[in-house]
Each structure stands twice: as structure tokens, then as C-alpha cells.
């Protein structure tokens, strides 16, 4: 029997090259404004339009300033960008959710929260966060600029198919342990190259009973476990959260597609490449101590004591040493947002904490959400108001801080309790210092000022 990845790779193989690459089929190209203009240019230099443009969206999201959206952009760069996106959506006829419009926001969480990332699909984007969008039972993935280029000319691209990974984790997450925490503890069991080759399916007990904004982080942060993509068999959650919206099926239409999702899931008897499984009692919250998303640690443990030579310069640059505890270390920042913990409950989680609380003084804090749907989100349900009263301000949507490609950077030398992906070297902006944490962790640091355990807080 083949597993899912089996199922979905194989229905979109147009043909196979002679001990080669196979081409895939693509449903849906997402073009934001970085990885986008050498493919438009190509296209333009060979003559070419784009084969299917009703399958391919533009948006700009990592350019784009989360203040005064209203305004010109300042920076020129950033201009120059964003907005030869929007004239390259128009030469070539493609749909294009500019800056300031309600259908903006960050790629990967404005695709599913508009229905156009459905099971079953292929996605790729120019961004190695595709993998978002496997939490809808897709196989999603990100791919180069002269790959872009060849998706828009054909709606095909060439691709070596992967081997197949199942991480299986099984029982109930403790108090504050959220789907955040399960990667990072995944990342560091793996480490950042330990799923290198493979597309990995999620299962299991914590899987399942994760919600789909869950699912969304766990998959986008698949790529930094070095996979080429990460998703989930899709269920009635997947389906309660799909129907109704824009582009989803509608009518008969959404029942015959719900009849063939149903189809969508592994077999009882499917043989993967490699299978593990982990268990949900030893996943605590977690903080990223290094300058790779896998040197990490449960929020409560001392930093490893032996390491090589990278992992001595990591704690250089953080400024840390081998065996101590963080609990307690003074923080500057912290960042709520990116398309790792944009989403609704993302914000819900961080106002369950500082409700009733207030933001640390000497704490700098940015909250944004990942597209203009949430942030109405926010103010529908009232959290605009929680989290003014405890002293913080709701931004513009937009990649903001992940990424240090707008006005959003964290000074040098300055430690950030974020919620993003990454916590490279100057990720955040040159010399800041990056600790990867879920949106709990970072509520708790944020109303206390330093690292603190959310399980320590009075919360329900």
C-alpha cells in the first residue's frame, strides 16, 4: 500500500525522465516580492505568459513595513519590491492582494485562510515555508527563482521525488506545551539536518488533536528538521475549517470533494523510508538556547554541558554558557507573528497570559498579525482590548521581525523571545540574539521581562 506522499506525488507526475527527475504537476504557485522578479524577467527575456494564471497569487509580505501601510514605503528597496510585484501580477494577468488590501498578509497564512491551499493539492512557493501549507493534507514545498520561472511557463516543474518519513507522537501535551514546543523538541531530537531527503507525514494521538492553526506551525517548520516538506492526512478538522471559505468548493462540488479527501491518508499496511516515534509526556515548553533551531532545550533544563566547535560559537555569539539554566536571563524583545504563530490562536494563547497583567517596562513588543483577516479577527473577539490594557500595541500584518527585511529589526547585542522559525546569526537584524519560543513562553517573558515559564503564571 503507499503512504499519502505516495498517493499525491504520484497523481501529479506528468512524466518521468529516464533515470532522472520526474515532472510534477503544480496546482497552486504563490509569488511573493523577494523571490519573485528574476522569474518575471526571465519570462519576459523568453517571450513567454504565464500557462495557467488563474493557479498563481501574488502577495507581498516580507518587504512590507507593519506601520503606516497607508504611506510609501520608506526604504527603497523595499519599494522597489513591493511594488514591482504588483506591476508583474498585472503584466502577466495574475491575481495580486496588495499591501494595505483585507486579503494581504504573509503568504503561507493568507493560502489557507482563504481556502486556496486544499488536500490533496501540489504548492510551491519561492520560500522554503511552503511547507505551511501540508497541515491541509497538500504536498507543499519551496523551491529557487529559476524553478519559480519554470512553474510559470508550464505549471510543471522537474523534481527528484524524496523519501518518505512518518514521525509518529502519541498521548496528551502537557499544561502549556503547544505545537510550537512539539517541533522545536523534534528539531532538536533530529537535529537541523536529520530529515534531510525525506517529506515527512505527522501522526499520532497529538497530531490529531491539534488544531488546524497546530498543524500550520508543525508543518512550517518541517524544512528546519532539513525535510523537504512536512503535512498531515487530512480530517474533519481539516474539513470544518476549509468549508465556507473563498475559494473552497461549494455545493455538490464540496461533497464530491470531501468523498475523495476522505481517500487522502496512509494505509494501514503503507511502508515508509523511515518511521519514529516520540512520545508527548517528555515534551515540555521549550527555548531555543543556539543559532539553529535545533539547540534547544525544555524550558526547565540547564544548556548541554559538551558540544564541538560550532556549538562553542553559538553560545559565544549568545552569549551563554555550557550548563546553565535561562530561566530568569533578562530579555529586551519580543516578537508575536511570522507564519509560524500569525494565526488567530496564536494571538488568543499570548492574551491568556498578560490578561489582567502588563507588559515588562524595559521590554520592546511587537505583535503582528499575519494578515489583515486575523487582526479583524483580533478586534471581533476583543483581544485588541486585552492586550492594550496590559500595554501592548496590535501592528500591520507582514513578516515583520522574522526576517530583519523591513523596518523591523532587533538591535545588535539585544535578546528576542520570538515565535518565529529561525534563530540564525543576525536573523532578526546584525548581532541580535534569537531564542525561538511559542507564544506562551514569549507572553510569560513578555509581562515578566525574563525567561519564564509559563506554567509558573496563575493561568487556566
Request: hydrophobic residues 35%; aromatic residues 8%; proline residues 5%.
Amino acid at each position: 500500500m503507499n503512504t499519502l506522499f505516495d498517493k499525491i506525488w504520484d497523481a501529479h507526475v506528468v512524466q518521468t525522465v529516464a533515470d532522472g527527475p520526474q515532472q510534477l504537476y503544480i496546482d497552486r504557485l504563490y509569488c511573493h516580492e523577494v523571490t519573485s522578479p528574476q522569474a518575471f524577467e526571465g519570462m519576459r527575456a523568453r517571450g513567454l505568459k504565464c500557462f495557467r494564471p488563474q493557479q498563481i497569487f501574488c502577495m507581498p509580505d516580507h518587504n512590507t513595513p507593519t506601520h503606516d501601510q497607508d504611506k510609501p514605503i520608506v526604504d527603497p528597496v523595499s519599494k522597489a519590491q513591493v511594488d514591482m510585484l504588483e506591476k508583474n501580477a498585472r503584466d502577466f494577468g495574475l491575481t495580486h492582494y496588495g499591501m494595505y488590501s483585507k486579503d494581504n498578509g504573509i503568504i503561507h497564512v493568507v493560502g489557507p485562510e482563504k481556502g486556496l491551499s486544499l488536500p490533496g493539492m501540489t504548492i510551491v512557493c519561492g520560500d522554503s515555508h511552503t511547507s505551511t501549507h501540508g497541515a491541509m493534507g497538500a504536498v507543499a514545498f519551496g523551491i529557487g527563482t529559476s524553478e519559480v520561472e519554470m512553474v510559470m511557463a508550464s505549471q510543471c516543474i522537474l523534481q527528484q521525488k524524496p523519501k518518505s518519513m512518518r514521525i509518529t507522537i502519541n498521548g496528551t501535551l502537557g499544561k502549556c506545551v503547544t505545537a510550537k514546543d512539539v517541533a522545536l523538541y523534534l528539531m532538536a531530537k533530529l537535529t537541523t539536518s536529520g530529515a534531510t531527503g525525506y517529506f515527512v507525514e505527522y501522526a499520532g494521538d497529538v497530531v490529531r488533536n491539534l488544531s488546524m492553526e497546530g498543524r500550520l506551525t508543525l508543518c512550517n517548520l518541517s524544512i528546519e528538521m532539513g525535510a523537504r516538506g512536512g503535512f498531515i492526512a487530512p480530517d474533519e478538522v481539516t474539513f470544518d475549517y476549509v468549508k465556507g471559505k473563498e475559494y473552497a468548493p461549494k455545493g455538490e462540488e464540496w461533497e464530491r470533494a470531501v468523498a475523495y479527501w476522505k481517500t487522502l491518508k496512509s494505509g494501514d499496511d503503507a511502508v515508509f523510508d523511515k518511521e519514529l516515534t516520540f512520545e508527548a509526556k517528555d515534551i515540555e515548553p521549550r527555548i531555543t538556547y543556539g543559532t539553529n533551531p535545533g539547540m534547544g532545550i525544555g524550558i526547565s533544563e540547564a544548556i548541554p554541558t559538551a558540544g564541538n566547535s560550532t556549538f562553542e560559537k553559538a553560545l559565544g555569539y549568545m552569549g551563554f554558557k555550557p550548563g546553565e539554566k535561562l530561566l530568569g536571563k533578562k530579555i529586551d524583545y519580543v516578537f508575536l507573528g511570522a507564519c509560524t504563530n500569525g494565526r488567530i490562536e496564536d494571538f488568543r494563547a499570548f492574551a491568556s497570559i498578560v490578561k489582567g497583567r502588563r507588559k515588562a517596562d524595559d521590554v520592546v513588543a511587537w505583535l503582528v498579525p499575519g494578515s489583515w483577516a486575523v487582526r479583524k479577527q483580533i478586534q471581533d473577539e476583543g483581544l485588541d482590548k486585552v492586550l492594550e490594557a496590559a500595554g501592548f500595541e496590535i501592528r500591520q500584518p507582514g513578516c515583520s521581525a522574522c526576517l530583519a527585511m523591513n523596518d523591523d529589526k532587533v538591535p545588535a547585542g539585544k535578546y528576542a523571545v520570538s515565535t518565529s522559525n529561525r534563530n540564525f546569526e543576525g536573523r532578526q537584524g546584525p548581532g541580535s540574539r534569537t531564542i525561538l519560543a511559542s507564544p506562551l513562553v514569549a507572553a510569560a517573558c513578555a509581562v515578566t521581562g525574563v525567561i519564564t515559564d509559563p506554567r509558573t503564571l496563575n493561568i487556566e
